[in-house]
């Protein structure tokens, strides 16, 4: 089925320890983004690409970095995992407008 | 400080009732609203939304209605189904491809 594929879906780390996360999405849209979800706030934004060659800081990056490799795949690498990067994080894609964002189901990470 | 503000962590509603999901927003310079819906380990998925120039979209069951001056929507659910619990999401954007700013979501639950 097309969509966001988010791997993986479940993940413990020590802290210091690093990790990427891969999204990939068969839309052929232009933009991806990196969320993070925490208990009572709304989704944040870590990273996005809005074309493939092109990646900006969202609302919450530092920690993070992330590779736009294709027009198909943006992935999200924390280089020295901390406990305050315990989280819910979401891939999406969209063409072009809002309305048509795409979510990948998320990978639940715990920081120890 | 959030820009985008759902005061209800939570809303039990009778199935067959009406939902009503309510969103306050502070920048004035927001013109697209958007309702997403979220089931448990899965991504948030599209609902509905509108435009600054309006003041009520309708979709089958959903409505949402913006009151520009008291900067504030709400989303209406008629009648209540039970697969409609699930969390909701109000989102906004000063322009159909900025950066989306997230509430921090309201848990629906709609009894039997």
């Known amino acids: 089925n097309a969509g966001v594929t988010q791997t993986p879906k479940f993940q413990v780390l020590k802290t210091g320890q690093s990790m990427t996360l891969q999204c990939a999405q068969d839309?052929?849209?232009?933009?991806m983004y990196w969320y993070r979800q925490d208990p009572g706030m709304g989704l944040r934004l870590i990273y996005y690409?809005?074309?493939?060659?092109?990646?900006d800081k969202g609302e919450v990056p530092n920690g993070y970095n992330v590779s736009r490799l294709n027009k198909r795949e943006f992935s999200l690498r924390l280089e020295s995992a901390a406990p305050s990067q315990t989280s819910v994080y979401f891939c999406?894609?969209?063409?072009?407008?809002?309305?048509?964002?795409?979510f990948g189901s998320g990978t639940r990470l715990t920081v120890v | 400080d959030q820009q985008v503000k759902q005061n209800s962590p939570s809303l039990s509603v009778q199935e067959g009732r009406i939902s009503i999901l309510n969103c306050d927003y502070t920048?004035?310079?927001?013109?697209?609203f958007l309702w997403y819906k979220k089931y448990p380990a899965e991504g948030p998925t599209f609902l509905i939304s509108?435009?600054?120039i309006k003041d009520k979209n309708e979709d089958g069951r959903f409505t949402v209605f913006l009151n520009k001056s008291a900067k504030h929507l709400s989303l209406h659910i008629v009648p209540s189904q039970p697969g409609d619990s699930a969390v909701y999401f109000c989102?906004?954007?000063?322009?159909?491809?900025?950066?989306?700013?997230w509430g921090a979501g309201t848990k629906l639950i709609i009894k039997p």
């Open positions: 920048n004035s310079m927001f013109d697209y």
């Open positions: 690409s809005a074309s493939e060659g092109t990646t």
């Open positions: 839309m052929n849209h232009n933009s």
């Open positions: 509108i435009s600054s």
């Open positions: 989102a906004a954007s000063e322009a159909s491809n900025y950066q989306l700013i």
């Open positions: 999406a894609s969209k063409k072009y407008s809002n309305y048509g964002y795409t």
